[in-house]
């Protein structure tokens, strides 16, 4: 998919007063610092369109970005950031859960985890969470650029079969990649357009 446009339109705290259009959004979510920001980004092909930082906690709020006039791409908090004071974490979980739950419009989700760690609590939690609220979503690997190709490739069957042995029947789809080298923008593109195909497709009919 070509990107011809990429705009910011707008960031808030209340899943109600995100846009009303009626467009396919795809949701970021991961830990803090994991490259939420960066990806998206990189997916735009605009270095500056979402606010990364190399601190964690640099994302606040939900943050829609609207993609060739017919899409959205949103940006949203990190979780497990330990400087962020409880009553601000408690903040932080209702307004992002009820994103999750309440949102019509989330097509799929990119539950994003680094590929040098190891499945980490947080994110086993939150992926069960996504299950049992029945929210679709994929895994992104991301910061491939830091490993070797071979590392790479027994980090994610690792990952996934440390998944299967847990609580999942099957592996999510996953993918991997680096906003720093551009690895898995292409395969990404590609499986939102053939969602946004299914999801125009269906409205019409
Ligand atoms: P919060 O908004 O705080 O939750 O963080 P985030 O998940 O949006 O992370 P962000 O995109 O701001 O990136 C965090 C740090 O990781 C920055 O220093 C980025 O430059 C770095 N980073 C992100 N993606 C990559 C990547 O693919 N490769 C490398 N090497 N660094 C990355
Ligand atoms: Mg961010």
């Not at 679709?136 to 980090?155: G, W």
Request: charged share 25%; hydrophobic share 35%; aromatic share 12%.
């Amino acid at each position: 998919m070509k990107i011809k446009s990429a705009n910011f339109v707008m960031s808030n705290s209340d899943v109600t007063k995100c846009p009303s259009e009626k467009l396919p959004e795809y949701a970021f979510i991961g830990r803090s610092n994991v490259g939420k920001s960066s990806l998206i980004n990189m997916l735009m092909d605009r270095k500056h369109l979402a606010k990364t930082s190399g601190r964690p906690g640099k994302t606040q709020l939900i943050n829609h970005f609207k993609v060739n006039e017919n899409w959205f791409l949103v940006d949203l908090p990190g979780y497990g950031y330990a400087r962020v004071s409880k009553k601000d974490k408690n903040t932080f979980q209702k307004y992002i859960t009820n994103y999750f739950e309440q949102r019509k419009q989330l097509v799929c989700s990119f539950v994003l985890v680094d590929i040098r760690h190891e499945p980490q609590k947080i994110d086993m939690e939150f992926m069960e969470w996504m299950g049992e609220n029945s929210i679709p979503f994929c895994i992104i690997f991301t910061k491939a650029d830091k490993l070797k190709p071979k590392v790479i490739e027994r980090q994610v069957d690792d990952y996934l079969q440390e998944l299967i042995d847990g609580i999942w029947e099957e592996a999510p789809q996953h993918f991997v990649t680096s906003s720093s080298n551009g690895t898995g923008r292409d395969e990404l593109l590609s499986f939102i357009q053939e969602i946004n195909l299914q999801f125009f497709k269906e409205k019409k009919g």
